[in-house]
């Protein structure tokens, strides 16, 4: 009788992992962008841990970050991309994920998913025998975290004890950052007024994993002393009450006035597109703090990290 095949190595929400297979990711993200510091970016590195693997992508949204970190991921881990649209594929025809699932197994070595639903992200990995990247849904986007976090710590040293606020709406971006404080222990202060809340199960699980996530609807609060502020836009795809969204974040645009209330070194995160004048100004987005374009980046270096670890290679 054969051994039944181990089960893959999904990359659906962060609350999943464990804190010291994050912490490898981390370290590893940050080794593989060292060691090709000034490499032209196509080359591969010089292990190539996806030599002969194949990545699928699909996207039931638009994507400029995602699609080319993943895309450019592959390549410098030696291994190869196909990419599509949901629109494109029998999938946007109405063919169930489950099948879809089933045949790309077949066909490629991992897939990454972005879905307009969390629950299809959740089937497709259910009935894949690889592994399954959750590239954002409407709930979560831990592809972007990773690549927030390490960019944080190339600036200002490990996350553990340090306070990130998070001003605006507690959308899939906000649920990814409470998934991850209690696994490396940072504390997160998140200001949104309360018809945007962030997702009540995602702190109530934060809080029996011992995380420092506080709510307020008060921006300043969650800012006051803060070594990361971090906001978002305020009406994220899919979302349809733009007026009322606009109207009732109005008080929580991240400008210079409310960095002043952060620490004195504190940088600012944001994982564009950004809305410039709305959740953020001019100001904030081009000035000292602000550590976006290393952010974006950082997608790159994250996601092949995470990608060697779907693999095993990590
Ligand atoms: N931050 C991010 O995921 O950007 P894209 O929507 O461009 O992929
Ligand atoms: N919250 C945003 C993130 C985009 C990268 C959205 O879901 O549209």
Redesign the pocket.
């Known amino acids: 009788m054969t051994a039944p095949a181990p089960a893959p190595r999904h990359f659906l929400d962060i609350w999943k992992l464990e804190g010291h297979e994050l912490r490898a990711i981390l370290e590893d993200a940050k080794a593989r962008k060292a060691a090709r510091r000034g490499w032209p970016k196509g080359r591969p590195d010089a292990d190539r841990p996806a030599e002969g693997r194949t990545l699928a992508m699909i996207f039931e949204k638009n994507s400029t970050r995602t699609r080319f970190s993943f895309d450019a991921a592959m390549r410098q881990l030696g291994g190869d991309v196909i990419i599509s649209n949901a629109v494109d594929m029998q999938l946007g025809r109405g063919e169930p994920i489950e099948d879809t699932a089933r045949v790309l197994s077949r066909m490629v070595d991992a897939v990454m998913i972005r879905s307009n639903v969390h629950e299809d992200v959740e089937r497709l990995a259910l009935w894949s025998t690889i592994p399954v990247i959750n590239g954002?849904s409407d709930r979560s986007?831990p592809c972007?975290i990773l690549a927030d976090l390490m960019t944080f710590e190339e600036h200002r040293g490990l996350v553990e004890g340090k306070t990130f606020a998070w001003v605006g709406d507690g959308?899939?971006?906000c649920s990814s950052f409470i998934h991850a404080a209690p696994k490396l222990g940072f504390r997160l202060n998140i200001a949104t007024p309360a018809v945007f809340h962030p997702d009540m199960m995602d702190l109530a699980r934060a809080a029996e994993q011992q995380g420092q996530v506080k709510t307020t609807q008060d921006p300043r609060e969650a800012v006051r002393g803060a070594d990361c502020v971090i906001t978002?836009?305020w009406v994220?795809?899919g979302d349809t009450d733009h007026d009322e969204r606009l109207e009732a974040l109005e008080p929580y645009q991240v400008d210079a006035r409310l960095m002043g209330e952060a620490a004195k070194d504190a940088v600012f995160l944001h994982?564009l597109p950004a809305h410039r004048g709305e959740e953020v100004t001019d100001e904030v987005m081009d000035g000292p703090a602000s550590l976006i374009w290393d952010e974006a980046e950082n997608r790159i270096h994250a996601q092949k990290s995470i990608l060697a670890w779907c693999f095993g290679a990590i």
């Open positions: 954002l986007h972007q959308n899939n971006v978002d836009t994220s795809m994982c």
